[in-house]
């Protein structure tokens, strides 16, 4: 069974505009939520982790949310560029260290467009 | 900036054949992973590794043997590739104290055909 969802699966949006990514999780326990971006055929490159139990984060253009009473994460990309094209995947980890499990969401495919 | 290499980046080979991927990271991480990514999945672990000569077993591992020879190094064997294992394959690493991060390889692209 799935453990981590992400919404929507793709999105486009016009350069310069702003767009939210959605994470849902089901992962006990839930140590920590990561963001990464993928570019087309790359690896994953992390943007931001969050912790607390009710936890904000900022990385430039690149903010996120995280609520562990509803399991639930936003990413927020703000002033969209082309280069933000694409997939935002989501991870859960399960502990906080390399004995833990990581949970990986299948993606949102974010095209940005001139 | 942890450092993770993989080779090579692309390959294609046939059905039944005999393929190796190979992961290097320099970064004396004790840990070492093996993922598949597939459209529609998130990546899921096949095999993973705490250090040389020991071999974990992942959520995926049927039809996947590995091998950890060096701190440095962890190799993906296919002994008898088929084409449901026609994949993007990520290598990662970390550090048992690192909180969990992650250091994610290129990736390997594999056609079986």
């Known amino acids: 069974k799935t453990q981590v969802e992400q919404s929507p699966q793709s999105l486009v949006v016009r350069q310069g505009e702003n767009c939210v990514l959605q994470c849902n999780y089901s992962v006990t326990p839930d140590n920590h939520l990561r963001w990464f971006k993928q570019d087309t055929g790359k690896g994953l490159v992390s943007l931001t982790v969050?912790?607390?139990?009710?936890d904000k984060t900022s990385n430039g253009r690149y903010s996120a949310t995280l609520d562990k009473d509803a399991k639930h994460s936003t990413l927020h990309i703000t002033a969209t560029l082309l280069d933000d094209t694409a997939t935002y995947i989501c991870v859960v980890g399960d502990r906080g260290s390399a004995l833990g499990r990581l949970h990986f969401g299948a993606g949102t495919q974010l095209i940005v467009i001139p | 900036e942890a450092a993770v290499t993989q080779s090579p980046r692309n390959k294609v080979t046939v059905t039944g054949g005999n393929v190796t991927l190979s992961c290097r990271q320099t970064?004396?991480?004790?840990?070492m992973y093996w993922y598949r990514q597939d459209t529609g999945h998130g990546l899921r672990l096949i095999h993973y590794s705490y250090g040389a000569g020991n071999l974990q077993i992942g959520d995926v591992p049927d039809g996947y043997k590995a091998t950890r020879t060096t701190q440095e190094d962890f190799f993906l064997l296919l002994e008898l590739a088929s084409p449901s294992q026609t994949s993007l394959y990520f290598c990662?690493?970390?550090?048992?104290?690192?909180?969990?991060?992650?250091?994610f390889g290129p990736g390997t692209r594999l056609t079986v055909l």
């Open positions: 990662a690493s970390s550090d048992v104290t690192g909180a969990g991060e992650q250091y």
């Open positions: 970064n004396s991480h004790n840990y």
């Open positions: 969050l912790v607390d139990q009710k």
